[in-house]
Every structure is written in structure tokens, then in C-alpha cells.
């Protein structure tokens, strides 16, 4: 009799499977991102257009170039570089300095990713890292906020994306200012984010306007109701852990309420906290990393009061009219910490027996728990 | 479909497709004898059997043909009418070769098993009852193997006034447990009631997914009003049928970290083993035969089957209607069972099921390893609520003993749940295997 002997696999079990693999998890935060960068480009126009491609850019480029020497293979398929140049892309006012987006970009997977070891082995969310290296870097720059919807934003350039490195950038007021004189529409073009509005002349805008961000004006806002949709996608393909960003606002809610009600005419209302800055898309998309966050259920709700207590302590007594970025950066730093104390009660641990105060014999050998 | 929801069950677990609708309406069906039957002489936990039998000599169906060596074991019985090739070195599952008694099957023979005797269990003491399970033969049949004689002993100093029946089968593919709940509920009742005799246990409930209700139908029937037994139904998800989780869910107790089920009152038993304890012990036979499934992709006629322990995985396989180029082939369930590393294998007592998986099965396993990106998934699906992801970290540092100080490694059963879960596809339990081995190598 002939007998067939088949090359049989040995593997150990669980002998299937069942998830979303990591580069699948990080194309669908992109797919979550594109409508946000599509909104951010029809508020600019080319000027963020062309900011979004060299950050972007830069970031795969430089996680090719630390991967390869690093020895690592084909690291762009997990498509988290795509995530920071995007997220960072999203932080920078529209006219900064292409080269300077560059250094951002450069620094973002340099600093804040390749240095510790590539993905997953991060502290600190890298598009952020980013950021605040621009912020302290070039502090004009960060804050020369142009307004949204301006006339011809489709066919010229803010002029001082086009600045050449290390040149100090065009101031771009004058131009704004000329523009708003072409177009007669003078009142309505300021540069200030509704933040800084709110920081530095006590203005407070409208709920809706913040939300839905369709009119011209205001600066460096990004409409809080496509926010919460493109997280929402997330969240329903369980790929985002929504305690998060409900924690991060929820911190900052209960933190800028009693303020509030404390001293109304220092303190910004509870509603426009959260709508303004960067703490919508902080919350969901940032602070939300995997990476930099607990992963036990206590530590996560603690990282999120955390985040959202710093932002607003930040914006209400610091010099900075955004907290959000160092909130975060803070809060990726305590994340081990967090997690350490925060550990999970494990089935059995602290339980006594019932029946008798004996222990069991030291004969009976272990009967296997598995299950029968 | 909702009213799954209202079933109790215990929090986290993960929920694999069931695959079980293809066997679970099939009876259960007898495999014919093989004309080789190899009875490995350690098939269970504890110590392996001693073989009563030499070459040439004649065996009656139901014979005992190895004797337990002492009480962490027992003994086997012929499970065929036949002829002893021989005592020698066969393959096992796990790959390593351990000594097993080959037997060449009398196929004209009437297969009647001789060896049997009258046993009347209520007169019985629970001393008699435990011996005689041993002589029996009986193991956990759920997976681990552990010898039911020992299970049911009840230290001295401990008082059981519950057993739980765990009738769950929470593994995806498996139907035997159901169908067994189906066909043979009289037995069932009867290995229970033995069962509370020896153990002192006041109550039994028997515990079975909501995937299951037509079982839970036929129990209730055949208990009818005896107030002692009662069905509990719990929610239909994987691990349910992990013994420490299911009476927590039953029972409302918790087994202490390395402890034993007794110290919360509570012994637990699979259906499987009561309903052959219920069969069996009456007539003080020995067991030579077991249900398991044969499914999966790789096979034309999955189904119930009646089996002879010791049929070589080959014969069960051509009986079942093997396409032949499978190259997964698994004893038990696909979220703890083990590969079979030969088809010359034979069916032991612990085995509940053979799953055949082939190619495009495997194509989706071929996925490679990425970096942990602390997504947390695991630690929602950790049933005893360990960070799988932390101690794989630990695992990859190799502080295998900061994992088991620490982090809990020890309450780790096993059941797959994070590994299942992974989207970075880190074989997790696998890393927490090698830490526990190497932690009990390093205890000596």
C-alpha cells in the first residue's frame, strides 16, 4: 500500500487568526484624514496644496532613509510614516515656509520616531515632536496665521511659503492687505486664529462658525464637525479607541467649567475650549495614537484628563494661546508611568478561598486549566 | 438574536466565526475499525500506563491492557479485538516518539466487548466510585487529559457543595459536546448524579452556550423536575468553556490566582467526561472509544464520529473523505489544539476533534510580524484581564521573570484570545509557552 505522507505545517495554536493587520489599521486613518486635507486645501489653496506635499514628502523620505539604515526592510508599507507628515501638515499654518515644513517633517520621524527605534517603539507622537521643534525653532513663523478663503488662494502662493531657507519669510500682511483692498472686503480678513482672537483681544466666536468653519475669517480652523465624522469612521471599524478623545475632552471640559463659572469675562466657556485650536483634532487623531498612549483601561482615562486638564491650564494662565501640543507631548511622557500604576486586576489575584483556610496540598499537581 | 445579550457570560473574550452549522446537525455517526490501532501508553496528564500485554498475545475488545502506575494515572483498555504486534516506539503528536501498544484489529471479529460487570453506583462509597473510574480509564476528554478520578477527589479539608457541568464548547468547529447533549442526555444525567455523590456536590448546572439551545431544550426535558440539576445559559463566546471563567459566570466565585477550583466550593467537569462516566462506570467498562468532529476545509464528509482510540489519524481522515493536500492538520480546536506532526499519529483520549485546514486557509496566516503598536486589542480580549501586550515586550527582552513576578504570567491558560487578535500578528502565546517553560526550567 502506498502511503502518502503530505508536508504536514506545525505551528502553534491559535490556528486562525482575526484582525486588521497594522498597515491596514494606519491606511484607514488616512482614509480618515483625506476629507480633512481635502477641507484644509479648499480653505488655502495651493499654498497648503504644495506645504502638504513637501511635508509629506520629507516624512517618507526620511523614514526610507533612517529604515534603510537601520537595516530594516520596506518600512513606508505601514503607511504610519503617511499619518505624521499628514497630522503635521495639518498643525502648520498654511503660509509657512516650505523649507521650514521640511525641517519639520525631517525632525518629526528623525527625533520623534527613528531615534527610538521606528514604529511602535516611540514615546512621543512624532508629528507633534515636529511641531514644537518648528514652534521653538521659528516662533514668527508658526504663528503667521493667513485667513481662510481668500480670494484667488487657487492661483498664488502666500508669499511666504515661497521663502528661500534660512531667509527670513515675507511678512505676508501687506499682501493680505492689498488682497482684502482688491477684493473690498477688508473687515472680514484677519490673520489671528480664534484663539489668539480670544487670548489676546477677549473675542469669542460663534459655536456654529467653529464647527462648521464654512465662513471667511477666521484663521487655523479646522471645522470641528468633519473632525468628529472622519474619528467617527475610526472608531466604528474599531480602529480608534474612542475613551480616548472623550477622556482628552472630557478633562478639558470639567477643567475649563469652574473656571468659567469662576471669572466668565477671563475665562473662555467650556464649548469654545473645545472647539478651538487644535483640540479636536488632538484629541482624535494625537492624542489617540496607539503608540504613545496607555494601553490598560484606567491608564487611558487618566492619559485623557491628563491631556485635557494641561491644554486648558495652558491656554488660561501661559503665555501660548494653544496648550494642546505640549498637553500631549506631556501626557505621551507619563504614558509609561500612567500605565505602570494602572495595571489590570487579574482574574484570581486577591482572592481567597472559600470553603476552608487550608492550603491545598502540596501533592496535587497542577490540573490544567485549560478548558474542558 | 438580540436576546443573546441577556445571557450572562464573563467580560472581554473574543468572538470567532463558529463554523460549527455543517456537523452540528449531523448525528453522531460510528467510524468503522482500523486494521491498526496504536494505544499510546501516556495519552493523558500524569504518569504513563504500564503495558500488561507482550507481543502475540490475543486481546478481546475492552481488555485491559495497561495498568495505571500509581494515582496520577490509568489504565487503557483494548479497543479492538485483535492481535498485539508488538510494544514499540510510535510517533506521537507532539512529534517525539513515546512507547504505544500496536494492535492488528480482528476485522471479522464481533467486536463485542466481554470485559464488563455490574457496578451499583448508589450503594457504591465515593472511595469505590473514584477506584472504579480509574479503572476505567476516564481523562478529561475537553483537551487537557487530566485523570477524572483525581479531578473528582476532594482534599479532606475541603467541602464541594457545587458541580459545574461545562457543556460549552465555546472552540469554533466542534460539535461533539452538543451533539452528545442531543443524543445521549441520560447518560449525561447519570454521570452528573455519580459525579454529586462523590464529591459531596449539593447542585449541579450545567453550563451551555446560547449557540446550543436545542441542547438546552433536550437537558431540561430529560432532567425533568429534579430541583439538584439545573441548565445555566451563558452567552456564546470564546473562552466560555475556560473552567475558571465558566463557574465564575455560574457560581458567582472566583478561583484564587493558582488555585484550584475546590477552594471555592466547586468542582468542574466536562460533558463529555460525565456522560461516558455515566455510561460506563454501571457496567464497569473501560474506555475504548470517544466522539470526536472531523471538519475544516480540507475534508469532503465532516462530521460526528464515533471513534476508536488509537485509530491512526490516516484512517480516520480516508474514512472522512480527505482531499489529500492539506498541509494543517489539528488535534482538538483551532484556538488550543495542537498540529499533528505525522498521519500515523493515532487518536488519543484528550483529542476532541481533527480539523484538516488547507491552503487558502493558511494564506491568511501568512501575514508577517510587525512591531507591537500598543493598540490595546489584547488586553480587551485577555479573558483574565493580563496585558498581553506588556508581557510581550517583557517576552522579546526575555524577562521571563518579571513576567511571571510581576505580570501574572502564570494565570495565563493559553487560550489564544490575543494572538487571535492581533493585528501586528505577534504570536504572543507562543512567547508566554517559552517564558513558562523556561521559568519552570530555571524553578528546578
Known amino acids: 500500500m502506498k502511503k502518502v505522507q503530505p508536508l504536514v505545517e506545525i505551528r502553534t495554536s491559535p490556528h486562525i487568526h482575526h484582525s486588521h493587520s497594522v498597515p491596514q489599521i494606519m491606511l484607514n486613518v488616512v482614509y480618515a484624514l483625506l476629507p480633512l486635507v481635502l477641507f484644509w486645501v479648499f480653505q488655502y489653496g495651493i499654498s497648503a496644496l504644495l506645504l502638504l506635499l513637501v511635508v509629506v514628502g520629507t516624512t517618507l523620505l526620511s523614514e526610507r532613509f533612517f529604515a534603510r539604515m537601520a537595516g530594516r526592510q520596506s518600512p513606508l508599507n505601514d503607511h504610519s510614516a503617511l499619518i505624521t507628515g499628514i497630522l503635521l501638515a495639518l498643525t502648520l499654518p498654511p503660509g509657512f515656509p516650505l523649507w521650514m515644513g521640511a525641517i519639520a517633517a525631517f ?25 514644537a521643534f518648528v514652534q521653538a525653532a521659528f516662533p514668527v513663523a508658526i504663528t503667521s496665521w493667513t485667513p481662510a478663503y481668500l480670494p484667488g488662494r487657487f492661483l498664488e502662493f502666500i508669499p511666504s511659503t515661497l521663502a528661500l531657507p534660512l531667509m527670513r519669510p515675507a511678512d505676508s500682511s501687506t499682501w493680505i492687505a492689498e488682497l482684502g483692498q482688491r ?24 459655536h456654529w462658525q467653529l464647527l462648521l468653519s464654512l465662513t471667511s475669517g477666521a484663521s487655523g480652523q479646522m471645522p470641528g464637525l468633519l473632525i468628529i465624522f472622519c474619528a467617527l469612521y475610526l472608531i466604528a471599524r474599531n480602529m480608534m479607541n474612542w475613551r480616548i478623545p472623550v477622556a482628552v475632552l472630557g478633562g478639558a471640559f470639567i477643567t475649563a467649567l469652574p473656571l468659567y463659572l469662576y471669572d466668565s469675562s477671563r475665562f473662555a466657556d467650556p464649548l469654545f475650549v473645545l472647539l478651538t485650536g487644535g483640540l479636536l483634532l488632538g484629541a482624535l487623531f494625537m492624542a489617540s495614537d496607539m503608540v504613545g498612549s496607555p494601553v490598560t483601561p484606567r491608564g487611558i482615562l487618566i492619559y485623557g ?20 501640543m505640549y498637553a500631549i507631548l506631556l501626557g505621551n511622557a507619563l504614558a509609561p508611568l500612567i500605565e505602570s500604576v494602572t495595571q489590570p486586576r487579574v482574574y484570581g489575584v486577591g482572592v481567597t478561598t472559600l470553603s476552608a483556610l487550608k492550603k491545598p496540598p502540596a501533592t496535587a499537581t497542577t490540573p490544567e486549566q485549560r478548558h474542558e | 438574536m438580540f436576546t443573546s445579550l441577556w445571557h450572562r457570560t464573563f467580560s472581554h473574550g473574543v468572538h470567532p466565526p463558529e463554523e460549527k452549522a455543517t456537523t452540528a446537525a449531523l448525528p453522531i455517526r460510528r467510524m468503522p475499525f482500523s486494521p491498526r490501532i496504536v494505544v499510546p501508553l501516556s495519552q493523558h496528564f500524569g504518569a504513563a500506563a504500564k503495558a500488561l500485554v507482550h507481543k502475540g498475545q490475543e486481546l478481546v475488545r475492552g481488555e485491559p491492557i495497561a495498568a495505571a502506575d500509581g494515582f496520577m494515572s490509568v489504565p487503557m483498555h483494548a479497543p479492538v479485538t485483535g492481535i498485539v504486534e508488538g510494544v514499540e516506539l510510535t510517533p506521537s503528536a507532539r512529534g517525539p516518539k513515546t512507547e504505544a501498544i500496536i494492535i492488528r484489529s480482528h476485522l471479522a471479529a464481533s467486536q463485542q466487548v466481554m470485559y464488563e460487570g455490574d457496578l451499583d453506583w448508589q450503594q457504591a462509597t465515593p472511595e469505590e ?55 445521549r442526555s441520560d447518560d449525561l444525567l447519570l454521570g452528573i448524579r455519580i459525579a454529586m455523590r462523590i464529591s459531596g456536590a449539593k447542585r449541579a448546572i450545567i453550563g451551555v452556550e446560547d449557540n446550543k439551545m436545542d441542547a438546552v431544550a433536550a437537558l431540561r426535558q430529560t432532567i425533568g423536575n429534579d430541583k439538584t440539576i439545573s441548565v445555566g445559559v451563558v452567552r456564546s463566546k470564546y473562552p466560555q468553556g475556560a473552567e475558571k471563567l465558566l463557574l465564575k459566570v455560574l457560581t458567582g466565585r472566583e478561583v484564587p490566582s493558582g488555585g484550584f477550583p475546590f477552594q471555592v466550593g466547586v468542582v468542574v467537569n466536562n460533558v463529555a467526561t460525565l456522560a461516558l ?29 464515533l471513534i476508536p482510540l488509537g485509530t ?14 492539506a498541509s494543517r492538520l489539528i488535534l482538538g480546536g483551532p484556538m488550543m489544539g495542537n498540529t499533528a506532526a505525522s498521519l500515523d499519529v493515532p487518536i488519543t483520549k484528550p483529542v476532541s476533534a481533527l480539523l484538516v485546514f488547507d491552503k487558502a486557509a493558511k494564506a491568511s496566516e501568512a501575514q508577517p510580524i510587525s512591531p507591537c503598536i500598543y493598540c490595546g486589542r489584547c488586553l480587551d480580549a485577555c479573558p483574565v484581564h493580563l496585558n498581553p501586550a506588556h508581557l510581550g515586550r517583557l517576552a522579546a527582552k526575555r524577562q521571563y521573570a518579571t513576567m511571571a513576578n510581576e505580570f ?6 493559553e487560550c489564544g484570545s490575543c494572538s487571535y487578535v492581533c493585528p501586528a500578528n505577534i504570536p504572543l502565546v507562543q512567547y508566554f509557552r517559552i517564558a513558562k517553560s523556561i521559568n519552570r526550567e530555571r524553578a528546578r
Open chain 1, 305 to 324: 484628563l491628563v491631556i485635557g486638564f494641561v491644554t486648558v491650564i495652558i491656554r488660561s494662565f501661559g503665555a501660548l494661546p494653544e496648550g494642546v
Open chain 2, 408 to 413: 501574572h504570567l502564570n494565570d495565563c491558560f
Open chain 2, 129 to 183: 466510585l473514584i477506584w472504579q473510574i480509574q479503572q476505567s480509564g476516564m481523562v478529561g476528554l475537553g483537551g487537557a487529559g487530566f485523570p477524572s478520578h483525581v479531578k473528582l477527589k476532594i482534599p479532606a479539608e475541603y467541602t464541594v457543595d457545587t458541580l459545574v457541568v461545562n457543556g460549552c464548547e465555546c472552540e469554533p468547529y466542534l460539535t461533539t459536546d452538543h451533539r452528545l447533549m442531543l443524543e
Open chain 2, 277 to 305: 462516566i455515566g455510561n460506563l462506570l454501571p457496567r464497569r467498562r473501560g474506555l475504548i472509544e470517544r466522539i470526536i468532529t472531523i471538519a475544516g476545509p480540507g475534508v469532503k464528509k465532516p462530521g460526528n464520529y
Open chain 1, 183 to 206: 477684493s473690498e472686503i477688508t473687515d472680514a480678513l484677519t490673520s489671528a486664529t480664534p484663539l489668539a482672537a480670544w487670548k489676546f483681544a477677549g473675542d469669542s466666536g460663534d
Open chain 1, 107 to 131: 525632525v518629526a520621524i528623525a527625533l520623534g520616531k527613528a531615534i527610538f527605534g521606528g514604529l511602535g517603539y516611540n514615546l512621543f507622537n512624532p508629528a507633534l515632536v515636529g511641531r
Open chain 2, 312 to 325: 491512526p489519524i490516516r484512517f480516520a481522515l480516508e474514512h472522512a473523505g480527505y482531499f489529500g493536500d
